[in-house]
């Protein structure tokens, strides 16, 4: 049916294909297999017309591919869902839907096929006048694959279908591409998940420097040890699966370096306990290293024009995208962290660094009208100085990007102080964007002994030199960095802990809510700041909400992420998973009904509490884990006084059919976000992102975050004599 000879694509001197050849036969799903820049997407690019080879044949059916112009390819049967998904975020479901039954061969099939995608993906269904753009990413990628579908296929070329999906969504994702996989549809699938693509797929080609270096039966690849090892995330014998631990050191000044007296602290797998990373344990000496070379690096990097700083942030979100293959195997080894929520990490902090790219020509000031005759007012905005970042290891590379992008693109230099628990992690997301070229002394990353943590925080923020400071963590710390700042009079960002409730109420839709409490609660184990703690259900929908969210609940089990087999993972912790036990221990001794739950050491499967009440500790306490409580109200105003009784402040939720009632509701919520028949946990790197309460203050992204990190100054400018009066 498809058949490649001989293929080459190059993009300038980069050859991204070297005489490639594959062949699919009808009915096939065929999986290729790769790391990143392998050249599996050009591959894919190249048969769907987005990507013209230098050499080579494409034919398809007999005929010539490459004679044919990219909108005949759909005529001929050809349906591409590329990477990003390529939607029409201004249009909604149903008109991306009606485009992709534009095609002649699809017409009189397009009642009959929307309809099997509806069945394929019903919120599909449940939201066809939503503008597609205001979906999740999981949304927008099953909007993607109903238009392809819609233009009645024969071949159907999907290209990571899954990238930076939530593993529950994942999931969904796959069960459709299987029941597609049973209508005799040919797929040919460029895909990170490996195991996943390799159960549904009848054969995979595996592609390494542009060219094939490997092929067979998917049933045989999944076995074999090579591909294992290199896909599959572990080897053939688990007990094998040790490798050399990564040894790390501080970055100062533009350069690797041993921390003072080559002191080291060691990180270990919160599964297996074995050591996976050995990282320098800066001293206060090297402390002050690291702001003396980001202070000496100021002037000239403050002085750096706005073209210049956009290009090296646009370069680092390429540098992290290429390294994403090895962040996914850190967070794994360090935090516990599910291959989906690695992914999605990588995808986000990416985003970031292209808003950060965006905001450096909009860091604008005002011309202020003056009383005094003859002067010209103005406001404007400077780089601030040496700003101190400090990241948490649960979103690492999310947060970490988040500390120090927006930062650099005001023209401030960054000491990042990594976390504890992740140095191989944060020291990956530092070194994509240091080598990006920024100048030295610009960007400095230093790690510490987690006993030495309290004094080195202590001297960064006292050294006269660092002008702000943001931290993301815990409320506990939080604490302290903020006196510390106030102390020394430095404006601090702090987006600290949250108990983000999800009110329901009584015309909720039901399936909405509990997809989204899932989410929510359940996401990276429930260790996001922004996680769904409180259900609070109003009136008659608590019985229903609690019926259907129980078989939820229950399918959400937890597993080694290094096995990949289970939609959770591991928590951070043995101290954080007896910490969630004993919470779930203590309310269900105080009365409330326990919702599956289970699992042993760190590995958690997802568990709810029903009828909890304010004497259980759950009720107020931040848990950090995969467990949610489940509160009833007896009304509108009972339930906005349990949303706001907590001390946090950061997200929350409210379910209504009823749009403006349920909005009336969100202005009542004491928190920093609010989002009306979405989940709690959502972030976008152009949106004002910060809490109220114990949650913090100040916010990260977009425009908000230049105010953060600039300082607005007050300049006239007299034309003409003054007259004083002294």
């Not at 240091?434 to 990353?445: H, Q, S, Y």
């Not at 929350?652 to 979405?678: P, Q, T, W």
Request: charged share 20%; proline share 5%; with cysteine.
């Amino acid at each position: 049916m498809l058949e490649v000879e001989a293929l080459t694509v190059a993009f300038g001197k980069h050859v991204a294909l070297d005489g490639v050849s594959i062949r699919v036969e009808p009915g096939e799903m065929v999986a290729i297999l790769g790391a990143n820049g392998a050249g599996k997407s050009s591959l894919l690019g190249a048969v769907g017309g987005r990507v013209r080879p230098s050499a080579g044949a494409i034919r398809y059916r007999g005929a010539d591919l490459l004679a044919l112009p990219q909108h005949a390819l759909v005529e001929e049967g050809i349906a591409l869902v590329p990477e990003g998904r390529g939607i029409f975020p201004g249009l909604s479901v149903a008109e991306n839907l009606a485009l992709g039954a534009r095609p002649s061969r699809a017409r009189d099939k397009a009642a009959a096929t929307r309809e099997q995608i509806f069945a394929l993906f019903p919120k599909l269904a449940e939201r066809l006048g939503q503008v597609a753009g205001t979906m999740s990413g999981g949304e927008q990628q099953m909007v993607a694959i109903g238009r392809a579908l819609m233009s009645a296929p024969d071949l159907l070329l999907l290209d990571e279908p899954s990238l930076g999906l939530a593993p529950i969504v994942v999931q969904e994702v796959f069960a459709a591409l299987a029941r597609i996989r049973e209508t005799g549809l040919t797929i040919v699938i460029v895909e990170q998940n490996a195991r996943a693509t390799l159960a549904l797929a009848d054969r995979a080609y595996l592609i390494e420097a542009g060219r094939i270096t490997g092929s067979g039966p998917a049933e045989t690849l999944r076995t074999d040890p090579a591909v294992v090892r290199a896909f599959l995330g572990g080897t053939a014998e688990p007990e094998e699966r040790t490798r050399p631990v990564e040894s790390l050191n501080l970055y100062i000044n533009g350069q690797h370096q041993p921390a003072e007296g080559d002191r080291r602290f060691t990180r270990s797998n919160p599964v297996s306990g074995e050591t996976v990373t050995e990282a320098a344990a800066a001293s206060l000496a090297d402390a002050e290293r690291a702001v003396d070379a980001a202070a000496r690096a100021f002037p000239a990097w403050a002085a750096t024009g706005p073209g210049d700083r956009r290009a090296l942030l646009l370069a680092a979100a390429e540098n992290l995208k290429a390294r994403a293959d090895d962040i996914v195997a850190a967070m794994k080894d360090e935090v516990g962290a599910t291959e989906g929520w690695a992914r999605f990490n990588v995808m986000l902090a990416a985003d970031m660094l292209v808003e950060a790219a965006s905001l450096t020509t909009r860091i604008t000031g005002e011309i202020l009208p003056s009383n005094r005759p003859g002067s010209t007012a103005f406001a404007i905005r400077q780089p601030a100085g040496v700003v101190l970042a400090m990241a948490p290891w649960n979103a690492p590379v999310i947060l970490g990007v988040r500390a120090i992008a927006t930062p650099l693109a005001c023209g401030n230099t960054v000491v990042m102080k990594s976390s504890e628990l992740c140095p191989r992690v944060h020291a990956l997301v530092v070194q994509s964007v240091a080598e990006a070229g920024f100048p030295e002394g610009v960007l400095n990353a230093i790690s510490n002994d987690p006993n030495d943590a309290p004094e080195i925080v202590e001297a960064l923020i006292a050294n006269p030199a660092v002008r702000r400071v943001n931290f993301t963590g815990s409320t506990r710390v939080g604490k302290v960095i903020g006196e510390l700042a106030g102390r020394h009079l430095k404006p601090a960002l702090l987006e600290l802990g949250g108990k983000a409730p999800m009110i329901v109420l009584e015309d909720a839709d039901i399936k909405a809510a509990v997809a989204a409490a899932g989410f929510g609660a359940y996401m990276n184990q429930g260790q996001i700041c922004m996680s769904t703690e409180r259900i609070i259900a109003v009136g008659a929908a608590g019985d229903a909400f609690v019926e259907a969210f129980q078989a939820k609940v229950a399918d959400l089990t937890a597993g080694d992420p290094r096995e990949g087999d289970q939609p959770l993972g591991s928590l951070v912790s043995a101290g954080a998973a007896n910490r969630v036990r004993g919470l779930i221990q203590d309310a269900v001794d105080k009365g409330a009904t326990l919702i599956a739950g289970g699992g042993d050491g760190t590995i958690l499967n997802a568990a709810a509490l029903d009828n909890v009440t304010p004497e259980m500790r759950i009720y107020s306490e931040e848990s950090f884990g995969p467990v949610v409580a489940i509160i009833r109200a007896a009304s509108v105003d009972e339930a906005v006084r349990i949303a706001n009784e907590s001390e946090f402040g950061l997200s929350s939720a409210v379910f209504g059919r009823d749009i403006m009632r349920a909005l009336e509701v969100a202005r009542r919520i004491e928190s920093g976000i609010c989002h009306v028949n979405g989940p709690t946990v959502h972030d976008e790197a152009q949106m004002p992102f910060g809490g109220v309460k114990a949650s913090g203050y100040g916010r990260f992204g977009g425009t908000w975050g230049i105010a953060e990190f600039t300082e607005l100054r007050w300049i006239t400018l007299q034309d003409g004599e003054l007259h004083y009066p002294i």
